[in-house]
């Protein structure tokens, strides 16, 4: 009973902080949404640097943190860092595509730039052979087939010594 008390006690220590900056997360993303309006891009790199998206819980709030991230570093010539928002956010919604009217072409340019970089799997992966999958499959089973399918083995009685030389 008292490991089960220190349990919740320590789930709860450790869980209320974790709370506490995502909400705090949350209010900043709200503020950096509303420096948006006001063109205010340094705030918005400010707020979401301080507290970064990973914080948020839910994967919507994420997408717009990343979002709102990306096109700061992009009002403020900072492509590289542009480009490292908009991988982050193509790993959280792979089929994004800016459609507001607030984004300018080069933005868009930029994005589609970017999807395009990311390692797309090859067809001709090995990995995307069904051979490799078949062969794979009956490899294991034949294996599994003679572990388990040990039968005992009879004990032969040992061997006589050799004879002596002459």
């Not at 420096?35 to 914080?55: A, F, V, W």
């Not at 595509?97 to 090859?122: C, D, H, M, S, W």
């Not at 087939?145 to 009879?154: M, S, Y």
């Amino acid at each position: 009973m008292y490991n089960r008390i220190l349990y919740l006690t320590l789930l709860l220590s450790v869980c209320t902080p974790c709370n506490l900056s995502a909400q705090e997360c949350e209010n900043a993303l709200e503020d950096a949404f509303e420096s948006l309006g006001k063109q205010n891009y340094d705030q918005i790199i400010l707020l979401l640097t301080d507290c970064p998206p990973e914080r948020l819980l839910e994967k919507t709030k994420k997408i717009l943190a990343y979002e709102l991230l990306a096109l700061a570093y992009f009002n403020n010539d900072r492509v590289e860092l542009t480009k490292g928002a908009l991988h982050k956010l193509l790993d959280l919604q792979p089929g994004y595509a800016p459609q507001t009217p607030q984004y300018t072409e080069e933005f868009i340019g930029l994005v589609e730039e970017v999807k395009n970089e990311r390692v797309q799997p090859e067809s001709g992966s090995i990995f995307h052979n069904k051979w490799f999958w078949i062969g794979g499959a009956a490899a294991t089973s034949v294996t599994a087939f003679l572990f388990f399918n040990r039968q005992e083995t009879k004990v032969l009685p040992e061997a006589p010594d050799p004879p002596d030389f002459p």
